[in-house]
T-cell receptor, first 114, second 113 residues
Framework: EPEVTQTPSHQVTQMGQEVILRCVPI?????FYWYRQILGQKVEFLVSFYNNEISEKSEIFDDQFSVERPDGSNFTLKIRSTKLEDSAMYFC????????????FGDGTRLSIL | KQEVTQIPAALSVPEGENLVLNCSFTDSAIYNLQWFRQDPGKGLTSLLLIQSSQREQTSGRLNASLDKSSGRSTLYIAASQPGDSATYLCAVRSGGGADGLTFGKGTHLIIQP
């Protein structure tokens, strides 16, 4: 069964450094998303992406964050200058045609900021 | 602002029992509601999606119902098995053009062999 893949599974970065998290959505899907889950807390929506532009972003997704689809298969989340509070599990998801269809999640990247 | 609550936070039952997980949401103007399971250290696996116009969805031993007007959904698991042990998350896609899902904190389910 097709799945969303994320790399790396674990990223350790020094505070203040830039980090890029990578995702390969399911191949025929058109909507892409990033979520995060701080340890012990709820999964939180960050951003959705459609037709090569941001469709919606939450208040968490400030100027430190950016997303990009650099080629036909990858979808990336960049955090420009990481803070300790950015430590979390970051999940990528995709849905086939619209957000009204099931969102399918990857296994996540655990980001640890030192 | 949409808030999603799941009760109970944790549940431990013997194998073979039927059980019900509850989800409530504060704003009934939703597009859909999705149930997921999350295994430790893993991503979210989509179980069922109910559109706002639907009352229930079934997949195998799972049945999810939706009462939009009262802001409630239940996930019914029949004949539970140890492999059902996981955290079950409820998430809603709110109205007003929202793309993102709003999640509950989940119910941590343990099925005792």
């Amino acid at each position: 069964e097709p799945e969303v893949t994320q790399t790396p599974s674990h990223q350790v970065t020094q505070m203040g450094q830039e980090v890029i998290l990578r995702c390969v959505p399911i191949s025929n899907h058109l909507y892409f998303y990033w979520y995060r889950q701080i340890l012990g807390q709820k999964v939180e929506f960050l951003v959705s992406f459609y037709n090569n532009e941001i469709s919606e972003k939450s208040e968490i997704f400030d100027d430190q964050f950016s997303v990009e689809r650099p080629d036909g298969s990858n979808f990336t989340l960049k955090i420009r200058s990481t803070k300790l509070e950015d430590s979390a599990m970051y999940f990528c998801a995709s849905s086939e045609v619209s957000p009204n269809q099931p969102q399918h999640f990857g296994d996540g990247t655990r980001l640890s900021i030192l | 602002k949409q808030e999603v609550t799941q009760i109970p936070a944790a549940l431990s039952v013997p194998e073979g029992e039927n059980l019900v997980l509850n989800c409530s949401f504060t704003d009934s103007a939703i597009y859909n509601l999705q149930w997921f399971r999350q295994d430790p250290g893993k991503g979210l696996t989509s179980l069922l999606l109910i559109q706002s116009s639907q009352r229930e969805q079934t997949s195998g031993r799972l049945n999810a119902s939706l009462d939009k007007s009262s802001g409630r959904s239940t996930l019914y698991i029949a004949a539970s098995q140890p492999g059902d042990s996981a955290t079950y998350l409820c998430a809603v896609r709110s109205g007003g053009g929202a793309d993102g899902l709003t999640f509950g904190k989940g119910t941590h389910l343990i099925i005792q062999p």
